[in-house]
């Protein structure tokens, strides 16, 4: 069994990592099961291990940490929910690509749940909205919006760091990184959609759709 653990208020980078990892470690000693952590930070932008320094584009406006997990910057914030995902992949299949794809699965089925479609897209990290509510840009395409993140990091075949969903950040916040490396798209929240969404109504979401996509 997962165990599901939710932390109140906003917990400071460093203490999360260092319980992920700590929770990590053990998992992988066979002296803790899997769990996934739900909490909010305060805000801070993290760097993955193929962050470009130009892509920091406001170094002074909040923190900035380092990490290895995969990926590019990725801000974190209040309104935003992380789901930090300490799971056994030697029970999973080891198949790490699988895994990534999973978490893309379960992101997309939460979304669904508010009768948000959320896509891949090749060569672009994370879960993208096509905004039909908008202009068409200068290709003829409706714009797409980047509404969750993913990156993560495996010691011993236990995973570590995971997944995060605007549902009210400040989407401002994201303007001192280009998020993911990536310029030409925007970056959406499930209340900037018009979804009148609380941080509750999407752990339940997150909970439901867990065991129909994770298994």
């Not at 584009?57 to 309104?79: E, I, L, N, S, W």
């Not at 897209?121 to 096509?130: A, I, Y």
């Not at 039909?132 to 797409?144: I, N, Y």
Request: hydrophobic share 40%; proline share 7%; net charge negative.
């Amino acid at each position: 069994m997962v165990e599901w653990l939710t932390s109140p208020g906003l917990v400071p980078y460093e203490i999360a990592e260092a319980e992920m990892e700590a929770r990590a470690n053990a998992i992988a000693a066979g002296e803790a099961g899997e769990a996934i952590w739900l909490l909010e930070h305060p805000p801070l932008y993290t760097a993955g291990t193929s962050a470009r320094a130009d892509d920091l584009t406001d170094p002074d406006r909040f923190p900035v940490y380092p990490t290895k997990r995969g990926g590019q910057y990725t801000y974190h914030g209040p309104g935003q929910r992380v789901a930090y995902v300490m799971l056994d992949l030697t029970k999973r299949g080891r198949d790490v690509r699988q895994f990534v794809r999973q978490l893309e699965s379960w992101i997309i089925a939460t979304l669904a749940e508010f009768n948000v479609t959320g896509e891949r897209r090749e060569g672009r990290v994370g879960v993208w909205v096509v905004r039909k509510d908008r202009p068409l840009t200068a290709t003829g395409q409706p714009p797409e919006d980047k509404i969750a993140a993913l990156g993560i990091r495996l010691r011993k075949w236990v995973s570590f760091h995971g997944i995060s969903i605007n549902v009210e950040p400040d989407l401002d916040h994201f303007s001192g990184i280009v998020p993911c490396g990536i310029s030409e798209h925007g970056v959406t929240s499930l209340v900037d959609l018009g979804l009148p969404v609380t941080m509750e109504d999407v752990d339940v979401a997150l909970k439901k759709t867990f065991a129909e996509v994770m298994g």
